[in-house]
């Protein structure tokens, strides 16, 4: 078996750990097809706690499922005996393990010389964990206090130990995600609300062809460009004889090539979740209404390569985990009655380096990001700006906005590769950290340049 693991590993040109981890992660698919015809809702949690650590077990080892205790019963100890501190004390405790491990491991290492440890799946199981104590600690808030995705996602009831280990391990969903509320997977699983068995669901079988198409398509891809453009050749000195439109060139198209590998990790996530009908989120107000599976959707990948503003970026990009990020980061960080600023956004993408990692190239890149968002947000402000008889003037600006979101995130996302300081710094100083100076530049001139507010028109107005 051994050989020919190494034959098939050989082949497709992965380590052996690797093609481990792709086996077990695609057969999510079938398992979570199968779990449509386990019998009771204990059933079906047990069926999905104990598919879900055999996958663990299979694709890192034992002490996978170990790791993977530890925050779990961490969280459920808190929510158990300290309910009105268990949001924070969870939040805390699962981030500093997981800061642990990301320390003892240095995963990214291993990621980027092709090796896979269980660090990744520790990090998605970590935001479920979190996610389900803080919902438990909203339980007990007057509701009147509450937004409406807090309304939403209130646990009243403290889930039982089962139910809990169901959530986290579903579906292989801990493998590379997507983030899912805790009282989604409870009616899912007891058939409530849109999955009322009085309500007939949609056939999931053509959404679920559709993400495993687009999954071959991003990896066929992906193979084809990765041997043109390497990550090695940041630190080759043919790199450094390039002039500057060169190297800013193969910047943006290491990061498209890069890209390409993520979206074929959500799009087999993607399809092993609409196939066990979690996936679903209702149906659309067309005619005749369609089925949405945007519970399962974790990229948009025209989105993000087309993206006219790097404020739209978190919105198509690892969708999922953006979303968890602005609800029990960003949002939970706004004064009532008070509008968000620069420093809940710096904030938020300062949660999200530590959660990548303890790398200098990702603390630089989402550092990078806010700097980015901030960016684009002036471009935004100037164009709403521009009266309706400017349209020429709007598009130019429109325009602009593009091209500056394209550099910049090509730039940026150099970090998140390399990770290591010396040669993040020696990438971005070898194009003359535009992508760095730009959006400070852009910062500073929207002192100078304050655009007045557009003016509405009276239909609006009245709406």
């Known amino acids: 078996m051994d050989l020919d693991m190494d034959s098939m590993a050989a082949t497709i040109g992965v380590s052996v750990p690797v093609l481990r981890f792709l086996l077990c992660f695609v057969a999510t698919i079938p398992i979570s097809f199968l779990w449509r015809f386990v019998p009771g809702r204990f059933a079906k949690h047990l069926y999905a706690a104990g598919t879900g650590a055999c996958l663990s077990y299979l694709s890192f080892g034992f002490s996978s499922n170990l790791h993977f205790l530890v925050p779990m019963l961490l969280g459920y100890a808190s929510m158990v005996l300290f309910r009105r501190q268990c949001g924070i004390l969870t939040f805390f405790l699962g981030f500093g393990y997981l800061i642990g491990c990301h320390v003892y491991y240095m995963s990214g290492d291993a990621w980027k010389e092709g090796g896979i440890d269980a660090t990744g799946a520790l990090m998605v199981l970590t935001l479920k964990v979190i996610s389900c104590a803080i919902n438990y600690n909203d339980g007990i808030l007057k509701e009147e206090d509450l937004r409406e995705p807090q309304k939403k996602n209130r646990l009243v009831k403290l889930p039982s130990l089962l139910e809990y280990f169901g959530y986290c391990l579903c579906c292989g969903s801990h493998f590379a995600g997507p983030v899912f509320e805790m009282k989604d997977y409870l009616d899912w699983t007891e058939r409530k609300g849109i999955w009322s068995p009085s309500d007939k669901g949609p056939s999931p079988f053509g959404a679920t062809i559709r993400a495993l198409l687009q999954a071959a398509f991003c990896m066929a891809l992906y193979l084809y460009l990765v041997p043109y453009f390497p990550l090695s050749r940041f630190s080759d000195q043919i790199y450094q004889e390039w002039g500057f439109w060169k190297r800013l060139g193969y910047q943006y198209m290491s990061g ?124 935004y402000r100037w164009q709403q700006a521009v009266p309706p008889n400017m349209a020429l003037v709007k598009k130019i600006l429109a325009f602009l906005n593009f091209a500056y979101t394209v550099l910049v995130l090509n730039y940026s996302c150099v970090g998140f590769m390399v990770l290591s300081l010396h040669e993040t710094l020696a990438s971005y100083g070898s194009v003359y950290y535009v992508g760095t100076i730009l959006p400070v530049v852009l910062i500073l001139l929207s002192y100078i340049i304050k655009p007045a507010k557009p003016v509405k028109s009276k239909s609006r107005k009245d709406q």
């Open 256 to 379: 498209f090539t890069a890209r390409w590998k993520y979206y074929f990790i959500w799009s087999i996530s993607e399809a092993s979740i609409i196939i066990s009908g979690l996936g679903f989120s209702g149906w659309t107000s067309s005619s005749p209404p369609k089925p949405r599976w945007d519970r399962a959707k974790n990229v948009d990948i025209l989105g993000v390569e087309l993206a006219r503003s790097a404020v739209e970026l978190p919105i198509v990009w690892n969708i999922q985990v953006s979303t968890w990020l602005r609800h029990y980061v960003y949002d939970r960080l706004v004064q009532k009655g008070k509008k968000p600023g620069f420093f809940q956004l710096l904030a938020t993408q300062t949660v999200s380096a530590i959660w990548h990692g303890l790398y200098p190239g990702y603390i630089i890149f989402f550092v990078q990001s806010a700097l980015m968002i901030a960016g684009s947000r002036v471009i």
